[in-house]
C-alpha cells in the first residue's frame, strides 16, 4: 500500500495548479458576480487535456488514471468550484457512461469532441418532479420504428445550453418504473432542444446550470446507450464514477479555504497575540486537519479501486460525504476565524463557503450516500 502520489499524478497536479493560479484566480470573482461562464479557460482546460483525462488517446483521451483527473479537479477547485465542476462533468457524466457503455461508433462518434473541448457534454437526468427518486420521470422516449421519439423536460442540467452533446434518461416502458428507463446520446442541433431557464444558484454561479426542454426529439435507434430500459442502471454506475469527482471538488475547496485559513492567523494579531498562537483556535484548527486528511484518503482510495476495477460503490459515497462534510465545516470555520473580513466579497472564502453546499446535494444528496453505505453494510449480509 503506497500513499504517495506517482510522479504522472503529481505533474498533472501541478499543471493544473499553475493554470488554476495563472488563469482562474484573476477572474473567479467577477465570473462569480455576473454569473459569467468561463468559456476562455474552458478553451484553455481542452488544450491542457483536463476534459478527457482517463481516455484512450485513440478518443482524443490522455490516457490517465483517476487519481491524476481527481487531482486536476482538487487543483482547480482550490481557486474555483466553479471551474473544477466543468472539468468533473465533462469526464465522469457524459464522456464516462459512452465510453464505459457505448458501442464502438458510438465511441468513435462521440469522445474525440468530447475529449478534446469541441464539444461540451451534459448529464440529463433530474426533473422538476423527479430528483433522487428517478421513477417519478415523466420523460418518454416513444419507440417508432427507425428512432425514439422523446419528449422530457429537464432540470438542474450542469452545462445545459451549452453541451453539444447530452446524456438524457427517459422512460421507454412506464410500467417497469426503473427497469423502464432508458439512456440516450442526444446531439445538440436536433430539432426540439431548447433551453429554457438559466438558474440563479446560491454558489458555483460561473457554472451553467439550465432547464432543458427535448420536445418532439427523433433520436435514432442507434443512439440508445446500452440497451433498453438499463438507463437506471447506466446513470446509477455512473454517478458512483462521478462522486469522486465531487469529492475532489470538494476537498480542493476544504483544502483551499483551509490554506487561506492558516495563513491568515498566521498573520493576524489580535490582544498582542496572532491568532494561530493561541491554543484554542490551534486545537480546533488541528481537527479541522484530521477531518481534511481523512476526506483526502477516502477520496484517492476510491478513484485507485476504480483505477484497479475494484468495487468502488461505497467507497465512492464514503468519499463523496466525507469530502463535501469537510467543505462546508471548514469553510464555515474559515470564515468565523477571519472575522468580519472573512464575511466580505474582497476576499474568496466567502465564495468557497457558497459554493461548498451544493457537494453535499449533487451526485445525490448525503442521505443518498448514507443509504448507498448502509445498504453495503447491511444488505450484503441477507
Known sequence: MDFRYSEEQMAWRKKAADFAKEFVEPEAAENDAKALFPHENVKRMAELGFLGMPFPKKYGGQETDYACYAAVVEEIAKIDAST?????????????????????????????????????????????????????????????????????????????????????????????????????????????ISTGTLEKKMGIRSSQTAEMHFDNVKVPKENLLGQPGQGFWIAMQTLYGGRIGVGAQALGIAQGAFDRMVDYMLEREQFGVKLGKLDTLRFEVAKLKIQLDSARLL????????????????????????????????????????????????????????????????????????????????????
Open 84 to 192: 473544477a465542476i466543468i472539468v468533473s462533468a465533462n469526464n465522469s457524466l457524459v464522456a464516462g457512461p459512452i465510453y464505459q457503455f457505448g458501442t464502438e461508433e458510438q465511441k468513435e462518434k462521440y469522445l474525440p469532441d468530447l475529449c478534446t473541448g469541441r464539444k461540451l457534454g451534459a448529464f440529463a437526468l433530474t426533473e422538476p418532479e423527479a430528483g433522487t427518486d428517478a421513477s417519478r420521470q415523466l420523460a418518454t422516449a416513444e419507440d417508432k420504428g427507425d428512432y425514439y421519439l422523446l419528449n422530457a423536460h429537464k432540470k438542474f442540467i450542469t452545462n445545459g445550453g451549452l453541451a453539444g452533446t447530452y446524456l438524457v434518461f427517459a422512460m421507454t416502458d412506464k410500467s417497469k418504473g426503473n427497469n423502464g428507463i432508458s439512456a440516450f446520446i442526444v446531439d445538440a442541433e436536433w430539432e426540439g
Open 299 to 382: 477520496v484517492y482510495n476510491a478513484a485507485d479501486r476504480k483505477d484497479k476495477g475494484l468495487p468502488y460503490a461505497m467507497e465512492a459515497s464514503e468519499a463523496k460525504f466525507a469530502a463535501s462534510e469537510a467543505a462546508v465545516d471548514i469553510t464555515r470555520k474559515s470564515i468565523q476565524y477571519h472575522g468580519g473580513y472573512g464575511y466580505m466579497k474582497e476576499r474568496p472564502i466567502e465564495r468557497m463557503y457558497r459554493d461548498a453546499k451544493i457537494t453535499e446535494i449533487y451526485e445525490g444528496t448525503n442521505e443518498v450516500q448514507q443509504m448507498v453505505i448502509a445498504a453495503s453494510i447491511f444488505d450484503v449480509k441477507k
